[in-house]
């Protein structure tokens, strides 16, 4: 890999001087070091390769080989070393290290591990461009359903797609689809040989999700040894899907907002405006219009972002849909399990079709997963999916929200759904809950609520 950076570390001139000699008459660019710290440093100028004595004045090469590895995974780590037992082999393969050599090292084996170890990056780099470019067919067909709820969805998303700067929000309980959505709109539009950058938003502490938006200044903060980029402009060109929009903390609410706004921002630490061209697919499942009822979300950042809002459609509001997205991840499950289903028999659509399904179709498709690992048969049939037939739900799947829940709301609020499905009768009401006659008046007194409510 010719134009590769190679990183030469160690703390004696001598050696770094010969291998330096010997990797630039290679054609490749190299930097030194000779400590540890100031290796870590010169990681900002873009290495490739780092060559690392294992023995340094400030620190052993394992933890600095380990730093590396944190600031940029995808760095090669060739470790140098006078003392290689097999202990240190395994502790530095393990640390993420390409390879290692003895020393005193033959400078021919060197530039050849050096040069096979960038071979393996190229094509992994390949590899995984392939995987990008195998992941475009996110057509419009990928969004199943012949409901004309899920047409009407098809539609909207081709329109949304071709205006192309808008912002999208993207609306409905967890497993309708709104990552998938999110990726066919990125792929449909003229954005598509662009990146599509992924976070959700719940998932990392405030500082941490700042940085991954923003990117950082070398010195923002105690562990910003080095300047980063964030995903914005990363993305730059191409489309960022923000999840789960509504765990968002107040203070970044009003940075995104700005940004949306302004189309620029600043690093965290930084001064300067940094201009992208960025799409903003937001996704939430709560109901950001309560949320700001409650001033738990920016009104104004809520109305900016609704500029184009998709409500995805509970799988319980389009059963119908239930025989077709079933033959879909049949399809899908055959060629992944290597399997010969061919289909499923009435009685189990019958199964499928009356089941209630709070996870939406990511619970349908782990469903019929699970039966297609579990199940001998030609069609999947009703005993399959026993687990439906008994009404019971998939509590095991309910995934508590990083934020949590109000366990006296959810219970109210499940108590009222049970009444409205059994047309307010209590004993079914119940019975959907898994309580008798007493338990469920208790709880219908104990809420306040009427049975018609
Ligand atoms: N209409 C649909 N057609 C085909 N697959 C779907 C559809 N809706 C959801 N899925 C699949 O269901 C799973 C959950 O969808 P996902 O987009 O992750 O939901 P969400 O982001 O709303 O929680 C994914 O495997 C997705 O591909
Ligand atoms: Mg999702």
Redesign the pocket.
Known sequence: MPNATVLVVDDEALIRWSLSERLKADGYHVLEADTGRAALERLADGVDLVLLDYRLPDADGLTILRKMKEIDPDILVILLTAYASVETAVQAMKSGAFHFANKPFNLDEVASQVERALETTRLRREVRAYHTNAARPYSLQ????ASSA?TALRHLVARVAISPSSTVLLT?E???????VAKVIHYMSDRAARPFMNITCSALPEQLLESELFGHERGAFTDARLQKKGLLETADGGTVFLDEIGEMTPALQSKLLRFLEEKSFKRVGGSIDIHVDVRVIA?TNRKLEEEVVRSHFRSDLYYRLNVLPIA?PSLRSHPEDIPL?TE?FIDSFNTEFRKKVLGATPAAYGVLQQYGWPGN??EL?NVIERAMLLSDRDRLDASDFAAMSRGITAADEFELPASGVDLETLERSLVIQALRRSGGNQTRAGALLGLNRDQIRYRIDKFALTAAS
């Open positions: 990928r969004i199943v359903g899920v409905g967890s497993g309708t689809g709104k990552d998938l996704a995805m997205l879909y179709v990511r498709r």
